[in-house]
Nanobody, 116 residues
């Protein structure tokens, strides 16, 4: 049974930092593209960052230069380092694992709130 479990969300002041983690189990983690999505209040779900199995990364324009995605294949974990946070970054953040020929797997989400 595949599970993706996010952690690390919380309340942070504008300009602060958080690191989200996503621990995977029940899947061949190293073969999966790992992504972070978010959905803010009243907004559509959007792709924030992606890292391929070979470590290639790309980012939404709104977070480029502030967020960094990484993965540790030995720990079956992907991370999202978020710096210089803004109120617009407030959202539920979801971890997703995807692979050609397989269904996508989603975590349950973790709330990030940026507020003074």
């Amino acid at each position: 049974q595949v599970q993706l479990v996010e952690s690390g969300g919380g309340l942070v002041q504008p300009g602060g930092s958080l690191r989200l983690s996503c621990a995977a189990s029940g899947m061949a983690f190293s073969l999966y593209v790992m992504e972070w999505y978010r959905q803010g209040p009243g907004n559509k779900r959007e792709l924030v960052a992606r890292i391929t199995s070979s470590g290639y990364t790309n980012y939404a324009g709104s977070v480029k230069g502030r967020f960094a995605i990484s993965r540790d294949n030995l720990k079956n974990t992907t991370y999202l380092q978020m710096n210089s946070l803004k109120p617009d970054d407030t959202a539920v953040y979801y971890c997703v694992g995807s692979r050609i020929g397989s269904r996508d797997y989603w975590g349950q989400g973790t709330q990030v709130t940026v507020s003074s």
